[in-house]
């Protein structure tokens, strides 16, 4: 069974959810559907929100950890970096909070989007038209730089396509390890490494 099948079944099973804290029902008026993804750090998962606007969302909750602190530092540089920007290539946070448990969690944009190495290969784009692609990405990057946020993890998979009235749209996504040009994303330093 693959980690999100486990983790889909997880949720859908009340003895599991109750062993496993990384498995949530509902983020206040988010209702959480499944799980997208995450790494060392935090778990992001796809929900609905309800109220006052209903719309799906991704939401990047922090994962229980020894370094809890610490990763509750880079979430709050993360969610000032995505509190700056207004970029139609950049996904936008909604909302942000913390879990009964005290783990902060940002609430994003959802991007249905595949990587776009991998959307470009799958649509079998020609040249030019990966070409305009890249230049909306690097827009959205001008835009982070001139807002004083570098992302600092750009690659295929933080770089998400969807089709918007069948044209291909990019959308930057994870500004986890982001560093605030002025230094004004956090209070605390802030070093590239393991959290």
């Known amino acids: 069974m693959s980690e999100s099948a486990s983790v889909l079944h997880a949720v859908s099973d009340p003895s599991a959810r109750r062993q496993d804290p990384l498995t949530l029902e509902r983020l206040g008026p988010y209702t959480i559907l499944e799980p997208l993804g995450g790494g060392a750090m935090a778990r992001v998962y796809l929900a609905e929100q309800r109220t006052p606007i209903r719309r799906q969302v991704a939401i990047k909750v922090l994962r229980p950890t020894s370094t809890l602190h610490k990763a509750a530092q880079r979430m709050n540089a993360e969610r ?45 784009l020609d040249l030019d038209t990966r070409l305009r692609l890249f230049v909306q990405v690097c827009d959205g990057i001008h835009h982070a730089h001139q807002q004083g946020v570098l992302h600092r993890d750009i690659k295929p998979s933080n770089v998400l396509v969807s089709l918007m009235r069948h044209r291909p749209i990019p959308k930057i996504i994870d500004f986890g390890i982001a560093k605030g040009l002025d230094g004004s994303l956090t209070d605390h330093t802030m070093a590239t490494g393991a959290v």
Do not use: S, W
């Open 80 to 124: 000032q970096a995505l509190a700056r920007m207004n970029h139609p290539n950049i996904a936008k946070v909604f909302d942000a909070g913390e879990t009964d448990d005290g783990r902060a969690f940002v609430v994003m944009e959802y991007v249905p989007g595949t990587p776009i190495t991998e959307f470009c290969d799958r649509h079998r």
